[in-house]
């Protein structure tokens, strides 16, 4: 019989591979003295992982400090962001928009629905009244703008033609609800300040630097683009004014119905594509701003 009280501890044999090359009956396995150490529970093993899981240079952390380390990290990523946002303000061109121009567009552009309500009643005296004081608006905006520095702005470059597609949108549909214009002349205007439209709001896109957010995007004291209607774009636009002006001045003068009106429709649906295509195939309709003068 042979008799063993080895200990498989650090102190000793040091692995369990030695004991298997000693042979012991196994009558006498129970004399053995083994290393019986208690295999630590899970909320101490989760303690220890935790522990060397947050060791800098031998130091283990508690967690109160691990808690105050967050919350610094989330401090330095507020300043870093505030300090990003800052860059990206010196960027963008910051103006004023409460200029007497942009506030004659914007009077124009809540004209326009009241102007369309009168005509869809048959209220056209009132309505021609109201017609020649919107155009009265595009008239001075346009004035004031050119001769006073302080009073133009990037955001009119795109609010005034906007003012008159609404207010000719308008018009164009309440005249065609009472057969004052042909629809297809309304289906061709409205398809191209649609398009027009369409384009602003993807220039607006394009032009304003990251982050893009929805607040950012409709600030309108971020001038991020400035555009430059062409020369047939213009014309264009006093024709269609004169147009709907003469189609409304029709029951009030009484000429509705006349032969010359067909030429006049033709003539500005002519007009109206040779507009759209001056945008297509002219560049430098529009300038994106890149630094704050």
């Not at 946002?85 to 552009?109: G, V």
């Not at 000429?255 to 500005?268: A, E, I, N, Q, S």
């Amino acid at each position: 019989m042979y008799f063993c009280s080895l200990k498989l501890g650090k102190s000793t044999c040091g692995s369990k591979a030695l004991l298997r090359l000693i042979p012991i009956p196994k009558t006498c396995i129970s004399l053995l003295s083994l290393d019986n150490r208690k295999t630590p529970s899970k909320r101490k093993l989760s303690k220890e992982r935790f522990s060397n899981n947050n060791k800098t240079n031998g130091r283990v952390f508690t967690r109160h400090e691990i808690t105050k380390r967050g919350k610094l990290m989330l401090e330095n990523i507020g300043a870093a962001r505030s300090s990003i946002k800052e860059k990206m303000e010196a960027i963008i061109e910051k103006e004023n928009i409460w200029t007497i121009p942009n506030i004659l567009c914007c009077a124009r552009i809540i004209a326009s629905p009241y102007l369309g309500y009168l005509i869809y009643h048959e209220e056209f005296n009132i309505a021609f009244v109201v017609m020649l004081l919107a155009g009265l608006t595009d008239l001075l905006d346009g004035l004031i703008a050119r001769n006073f520095a302080s009073q133009a702005s990037k955001l009119g470059s795109f609010l005034d033609p906007m003012a008159d597609k609404i207010l000719i949108s308008s018009l164009c549909i309440s005249l065609t609800c009472v057969d004052l214009m042909p629809v297809f002349l309304t289906g061709l205007i409205l398809s191209r300040d649609v398009a027009l439209a369409s384009a602003g709001f993807y220039i607006r896109y394009k032009s304003l630097p990251p982050p893009k957010t929805l607040a950012r995007y409709f600030d309108a004291t971020h001038a991020t683009a400035k555009l430059a209607p062409t020369g047939i774009s213009k014309i264009n636009t006093t024709v269609q004014l004169a147009a709907v002006g003469i189609g409304l001045m029709s029951p009030v003068f009484g000429f509705v119905g006349h032969p010359h009106l067909d030429y006049l429709w033709y003539f500005t649906a002519t007009s109206t594509i040779a507009s759209a295509l001056s945008y297509v195939f002219t560049k430098d309709t529009y300038k994106i701003l890149k630094k704050q003068k």
